[in-house]
C-alpha cells in the first residue's frame, strides 16, 4: 500500500474488522459477519462488508451453482458470491461490484498493470504486489463509513488464501493496531460419545492463524452446545485471547437469531470497546418482533418450488430466505416442497403439485427441465393455484400460455430450440451472441412501470419500480397484442416500452411472473412486495381449499 493510500485511512480514522474461518468451510462467515453488522449498525454506526474469496474465476458467474450456489447479483450489476445476500439483508448497506473481490480478479489486475508498464519494470510478485492489490481494494470500500467488515473466504490452511491472509496481516500495520480487529470463527465439536466438547480443532486453527503472524482478537466458537467457563477458559489460555473474547456461536434454529445470540454474548460491546469506540446499545427491536412471529407462528403454507438445482438448496438461497420473509410478513411458516422439474415431464408428474397451496418456478439457465416448469406453469394456471414465475419462470409461463390458450403451435424459446415455429421468447435484436457469456445479459437494476390495474401495482402500491435482472432473452415484442388479445396481461414495462417485464392473467387469483429477480431486494425487517402478496393468496387458496 502506498504512503498516500495510508495516508487516507489513517486520516479517515476508519474502523477494520477481518473475519477468518478455521477448521472446516461452511461454519457460516458470511452470516456472522453480517451479523456483526446489524448489531453495529444497530448502534448508529455506517458499516459496509467486503467479501474477498480466494478462488480463481473473476467472479462466480459463469459457475456451476451445484459448486458455487446462487450467484448474488447487485444494483450496478456485478454477479457475486452468494454471502452478499445475507450483507444486505441484515445490514442497510447497499452492495456494489467493489464489495465483491476474488483472486482471479486481483490477478487479473495485476497483471493488465505490469502489461500496462505501471510497475516500471519490477519483478511483479506476491509481495508487495498482489498483497497491495488486495489492501487498496478493503480501502476502496472505507469512503463514507466508519466500519469495513471483511470476510475472508475459504480456511485458515489453504494455500489459496495465503496472499489475502498476508495482506490483512500487513494492514494492522498500514492504519495503526487500535483501528484493526481480527475475528476468527473456529468450530468446537461435539462428540457425543464421551459427552464433550473438543478444543483442540480449534487451538490448531488458532495455531496456523499465529504461524503466518496473524493473532486473532476475537474467537466465535461454533458448536452443538453453550460453551461453559471451564472451556472457554481452556480456550482463551492455549489460544492466548481474553476468556471474555471466546463467544458461543451455538447452533440456532434461525440464521436471523445469531444477532440476538452475539449480543447475548455482548459481542457489539467487546468488538466496539477493543475498536477504542463509545458504546451505544444496539437497536434490535425488528429482529425481535421478526423472531417472534417466526418462532410463534402456527399457520403453515405449502410452497412448491420447481426447479433443476434443488439437489443444493444454496443455489436458491435468497428465494429461500425471500419465502421466510413472505411468510412472517403473513404471520406464517412456509415449508418448502422442492420438486424436480425433469420429475414434471413425467407421466402424471404433476400429482405430486397436488396439495401445494403456491407454486414457484425459479431462474435457471439451459434446456434441461424446461418442459417439466412449463407443465408446472399450466398445472398452476389451469387449477387456479397461485403461480409466481422468476426470470425463466416468466418464459416458462409465457410459452404455456401461448401454446395451450393462444394456440401458437410449437411456441418455444429460441433459448432452447433456435429454430422453432413460434419463439416466444427470443434475443432481441440489438443482442449478439459472441464469446464473453455475460456479455449479452441483462444485469443490476432496470426501472418498471406498473399497470394500475394488475396484481403487481397492488403489491407495490406504486407506478414505477427498480428490479435486478440477471437474463439474456426476453420476451417477443411480436407476440404482444396476440398474447394480449388471449387474455394475458402485460402488467410491467420498461419506460421505454419494449421490454416485457411482468405479465399477469387476470381471470386467475393471483398468477405473476416477472422477468427480473425480486428476491435479492427482501429483508426479514423488509419483505419484498410480491413474496408478501404471493404468500398472502397463497394462504387464501389454502382457506378455500380447506373449507
Known sequence: MSASTRKRANVKKVKYIFVTGGVLSSLGKGIAAASIGSLLEGAGLKITILKLDPYINVDPGTMNPFQHGEVYVTDDGAETDLDLGHYERFTSARMTRRNNVTAG???????QKEREGEYLGSTVQVIPHITDEIKQ????????????????????????????????????????????????????????????????????????????GIQPDILLCRAEKNLGQDIKKKIALFCNV????????????????VPLRFYDEGLDKIILEKLGLPYKKPQLEDWLQFNDVLEGTSDV?????VGKYVELKESYKSLCEALIHGGVGNSAHVNLIWVSAEDLE????????????????????GDRGFEGKVNAARYARENKVPYFGICLGLHCAVVEFARNVANLAG???????????????ALMQDQEINGNKGGTMRLGDYPCQLKKDSFAFQAYGQREIKERHRHRYEFNNKYRFE?????????????????????????????????FHPEFKSSPR???????????????????RQS
Open 105 to 111: 480478479r486481483i490477478y487479473y489486475d495485476v497483471l
Open 137 to 212: 481494494r478493503v480501502v476502496a470500500v472505507s469512503h463514507d463509513v466508519d466500519v469495513v467488515i471483511c470476510e475472508i473466504g475459504g480456511t485458515v490452511g489453504d494455500i489459496e488464501s495465503l496472499p489475502f491472509l498476508e495482506a490483512i496481516r500487513q494492514f494492522r500495520f498500514d492504519v495503526a493496531p487500535r483501528n484493526v480487529l481480527y475475528i476468527h470463527l473456529t468450530l468446537v465439536p461435539y462428540i457425543k460419545t464421551a459427552d464433550e466438547l473438543k478444543t483442540k480443532p480449534t487451538q490448531h486453527s488458532v495455531q496456523k492463524l499465529r504461524e503466518i
Open 242 to 257: 481474553e476468556r471474555e473474547a471466546v463467544i458461543n456461536a451455538v447452533d440456532v434454529k434461525s440464521i436471523y437469531q
Open 301 to 305: 403454507i405449502n410452497i412448491a418450488i
Open 346 to 365: 413425467k407421466d402424471g408428474g404433476v400429482e405430486c403439485l397436488v396439495g401445494c397451496d403456491g407454486i414457484l418456478v425459479p431462474g435457471g439457465f
Open 411 to 425: 411456441a418455444h424459446s429460441t433459448e432452447f430450440q433456435p429454430d422453432n415455429e413460434n419463439p416466444i421468447i
Open 483 to 515: 398474447l394480449e388479445e388471449a387474455g394475458l396481461r402485460i402488467s410491467g414495462i420498461s419506460p421505454s416500452g419494449n421490454l416485457v417485464e411482468i405479465i399477469e392473467i387476470s381471470d386467475h387469483p393471483w398468477y405473476l411472473a416477472g422477468q
Open 526 to 544: 423488509k419483505p419484498h412486495p410480491l413474496f408478501r402478496d404471493f404468500i398472502a393468496h397463497a394462504k387464501e387458496y389454502q382457506a378455500t
